[in-house]
Every structure is written in C-alpha cells, then in structure tokens.
C-alpha cells in the first residue's frame, strides 16, 4: 500500500503519543511521523508539513481535544485562518477520550474529517485510511 507522507499526533499525553506512533509504524501507515502536546506546537509543525504536503497527498492529523496551554477547540479555530491551499493539504481527525456537550455540538462547523474514540487501534485506523485516503492496510 502506498504511505502517508506523514502523520502528526497532537496530545498532551507522550505515552499516547508513543502507543499510537507506535502502532502507526507496524503497520507501515506513513514515511513521517510526528508528534507536538498542544495545540501551539501542533501548528508550528503544520506550517512546515505545509510547505510540502498536497492535496493529493495530505497529512494526517490525529487531534485530541483536551489539553493544557492551546487546546485542540483552539488550534482548530487557529487552523481555519490558515490559507485554504494549506488547509487542502491537511485531513484533521479529532482524537478524544471525551468532549464536552458544548464541543459535541460544535462538530459540524469544524474543519475536521471526522472523529473517533481513545485508544487507538487497528480497526479504527484503517476506517480513516479507507474514508480519507482510499487506502487499507488489511487491518482487521
């Protein structure tokens, strides 16, 4: 299967950082991995994915919502000031244990692909691959 260019974890969390790193390198899933615990260093290394990343090739950014500093509500309102062109290159998954009613209702009007529940694992992982990149790992 053809890679990622690269993926991105967000999450204040380094050990969930590292799990889902983890898995994402058994399978092979991208050429790049790399991970910021909030929302600030999330977008820093955004815009020197960007410079690179393409539509047809986008990064993948598995997003949580509830951290310390600038939350992922936040760099979601940060990253929709971003240049359309940057955020063509970009598919956001948001990555959460919960989320508030308030966020929940949020959903809809937020630049994000989709969302799926902590942890991660195989079988949800190659639901995003085939939704956002027509792509399967033979996950199961």
Known sequence: MQKLASVL???????????NERLLRQLGVADQYLAATD?????AILAQLSTYAKPSTPVLVLL???????????????YQQ??????QAVVIVLHTASMSSLDL??????????????PLTK??????????????FGVT
């Open 39 to 43: 929302g600030r260093e999330a977008l």
């Open 64 to 78: 949580d919502v509830t951290m310390p500093g600038m939350d992922g509500m936040a760099f979601l309102e940060a």
């Open 82 to 87: 971003l240049p359309a062109a940057q955020q």
């Open 105 to 118: 209702g949020r959903l809809e009007e937020l630049p994000i692909a989709g969302l799926v529940s902590k």
């Open 123 to 136: 079988a949800k992982l190659d639901t995003i691959l085939q939704l956002h990149y027509q792509r399967q």
């Open 9 to 19: 974890l967000v999450d204040d969390d380094p050990l969930t950082n590292d799990l």
